[in-house]
T-cell receptor
Framework: GAGVSQSPSNKVTEKGKDVELRCDPI?????LYWYRQSLGQGLEFLIY????????KSGLPSDRFSAERTGGSVSTLTIQRTQQEDSAVYLC?????????????FGQGTRLTVV | AQSVTQLDSQVPVFEEAPVELRCNYS??????LFWYVQYPNQGLQLLLK??????LVKGINGFEAEFNKSQTSFHLRKPSVHISDTAEYFC??????????FGRGTSLIVHP
């Protein structure tokens, strides 16, 4: 596709349920990032994938959060036993190569509401 | 660890007035700096970036930013704003790590 695609765009779930958020990066992009955006908090880094390397999971807030990237392309962020504080917009981004000077391309995000 | 500070959470301005959105970074070594814009209900898109060379960087939509190493700043400016510039603006940095660190964002509100 032309850009980073995320689904669903909105998700309302009950506290305690598991949710899966999907990200389709730009074709050919080897780097993929997940961020969480809460009101007034900016973007909080969650996890980073680069090619076939082990992901950098240093930003995951708890063991209820996990992510995988299959075939070096599509990524799924899973939140188990959701809590109200998990409510936020989850943003996925990809970039064409590994490098600190590389621009990240963002999807429109998934707005998660835990009720 | 690197960090980025955006000093203003909200900046109101009248249409056609100039604007400056402030960003300071913490790093004593080489750093790459970015400004992204987020329009309502959209993802972030790149406005401009500083990698090296000229300290004045020009971006899209008439925005520019100046890298100031001595003040560790990378402020974003536009000489004349439009209503359509109303959005959230994020400053970001990378250094060594490939993972961009973002500031908390500045909401630019342009009034007619």
């Amino acid at each position: 596709g032309a850009g980073v695609s995320q689904s669903p765009s909105n998700k309302v779930t009950e506290k305690g349920k598991d949710v899966e958020l999907r990200c389709d990066p730009i074709s050919g992009h080897t780097a993929l990032y997940w961020y969480r955006q809460s009101l007034g908090q900016g973007l909080e880094f969650l996890i980073y994938f680069q090619g076939n390397s082990a992901p950098d999971k240093s930003g995951l807030p708890s063991d209820r959060f996990s992510a995988e990237r299959t075939g070096g392309s599509v990524s799924t962020l899973t939140i188990q036993r959701t809590q109200q504080e998990d409510s936020a917009v989850y943003l996925c981004a990809s970039s064409s190569r590994q490098g600190a000077n590389t621009e990240a391309f963002f999807g429109q995000g998934t707005r998660l509401t835990v009720v | 660890a690197q960090s980025v500070t955006q000093l203003d959470s909200q900046v109101p301005v009248f249409e056609e007035a100039p604007v400056e959105l402030r960003c300071n970074y913490s790093s004593s070594v080489s750093v790459y700096l970015f400004w992204y814009v987020q329009y309502p209900n959209q993802g972030l898109q790149l406005l401009l970036k500083y990698l090296s060379g000229s300290t004045l960087v020009k971006g899209i939509n008439g925005f520019e930013a100046e890298f100031n190493k001595s003040q560790t700043s990378f402020h974003l400016r536009k000489p004349s704003v439009h209503i359509s510039d109303t959005a959230e603006y994020f400053c970001a940095s990378t250094r060594g790590s490939y993972i961009p660190t973002f500031g908390r964002g500045t909401s630019l509100i342009v009034h007619p």
